[in-house]
């Protein structure tokens, strides 16, 4: 194989693991975005129907003390109705606490976009680096190296940062039980 070909191969090479690696980390940061999204909403929408229920068992409630107030008797169904009002209000307390905790699970989807930035950041510096140390008067065989080293390093930093992100983002000891996404 004539220099120019080995060469041409090499750049070849890096070039498609550059835009391989780019595309593959920009999806994900993508699909991180849209996951976080919809755990935003789910989580808003959850909050809004609890608060809504809590504020509608308040009022209930504040029927009943204000006849109380007023000196009047509660009927037995008023009173039962009150005291099974406070177990709903508890319920929903604790179901509005577990929408909240979706803000971990967002969170860790935003710290796992912001890695993935990071390491695309570094992955693209390695590139500007090790491009530098070409010079415009280096031989055929110093860049086959020079492009040898730098498809290693970047082989190496997709690596690690792949293995550094985890999967699943997962929020565990809420009161409903353990839940793992994605």
């Given at each position: 194989?004539?220099?120019?070909?080995?060469?041409?191969?090499?750049?070849?090479?890096?070039?498609?693991?550059?835009?391989?690696?780019?595309?593959?980390?920009?999806?994900?940061?993508?699909t991180d975005l849209v996951q976080t999204g919809f755990l935003l909403e789910e989580a808003i929408a959850k909050?809004?129907?609890n608060f809504m229920a809590i504020h509608a068992a308040v009022s209930a409630q504040q029927e009943t003390i204000d006849l109380l107030l007023a000196g009047g008797a509660p009927t037995p169904e008023a009173g039962a109705r009150l005291?099974?009002?406070q177990g709903e209000v508890g319920t929903y307390v604790n179901a509005a606490i577990t929408s909240m905790q979706f803000q971990d699970m967002t969170s860790q989807l935003i710290d796992r976009t912001l890695k993935r930035v990071t390491g695309?950041?570094?992955?693209?510096?390695?590139?500007?680096?090790?491009?530098?140390?070409?010079?415009?008067?280096?031989?055929?065989?110093?860049?086959v190296e020079l492009l040898g080293k730098v498809s290693m390093a970047l082989a190496?930093?997709?690596l690690e940062l792949r293995s550094v992100l985890r999967k699943a983002v997962s929020q565990q000891h809420l009161e409903s039980g353990d839940i793992e996404l994605f």
């Open positions: 194989m004539t220099r120019k070909k080995i060469l041409g191969s090499h750049v070849k090479r890096l070039l498609s693991g550059v835009s391989d690696h780019g595309s593959r980390h920009l999806t994900e940061v993508e909050l809004s129907t005291a099974a009002m695309l950041r570094e992955f693209l510096g390695t590139l500007s680096s090790h491009g530098a140390e070409m010079l415009p008067e280096s031989d055929n065989d110093e860049i190496i930093q997709s």
